[in-house]
Nanobody
Framework: QVQLVESGGGLVQAGGSLRLSCAAS????????MGWFRQTPGKEREFVAA????????KYTDSVKGRFTISRDNAKNTVYLQMNSLKPEDTAEYYC?????????????????WGQGTQVTVSS
């Protein structure tokens, strides 16, 4: 299992950008598919983006396609979420998570590790 710590959240105006980082501890980070999820009060946590262990496959929820980019640097044990053209509806607590397969991340199944979250607030 890996331990995950998110950072990079904050307050930004609509149309602005933020880059979230998720730092992982443990020597097996490169073997995990990774994902970003978000949650707002009173709603279930939702899938945002996923990346395969090698970084060659990515998947996004429809509402962020063309605006968000997930990437990873296995040498630094870090996964990123570049968020551009932010909208007020992107406001949420953002979490990163790890799973054994790319498909598991997309389906939000068998997620073995979660970070503590980082808040993103987009003002209109």
């Amino acid at each position: 299992q890996v331990q995950l710590v998110e950072s990079g959240g904050g307050l930004v105006q609509a149309g602005g950008s933020l880059r979230l980082s998720c730092a992982a501890s443990g020597r097996t980070f490169s073997s995990y598919a990774m994902g970003w999820f978000r949650q707002t009060p009173g709603k279930e946590r939702e899938f945002v983006a996923a990346i395969s262990w090698h970084g060659r496959s990515t998947k996004y929820t429809d509402s962020v396609k063309g605006r968000f980019t997930i990437s990873r640097d296995n040498a630094k044990n870090t996964v990123y979420l570049q968020m551009n053209s932010l909208k007020p509806e992107d406001t949420a607590e953002y979490y990163c998570a790890a799973a054994g397969t790319f498909g598991a991340v997309i389906a939000s199944l068998d997620l073995t590790s979660w970070g503590q979250g980082t808040q993103v607030t987009v003002s209109s």
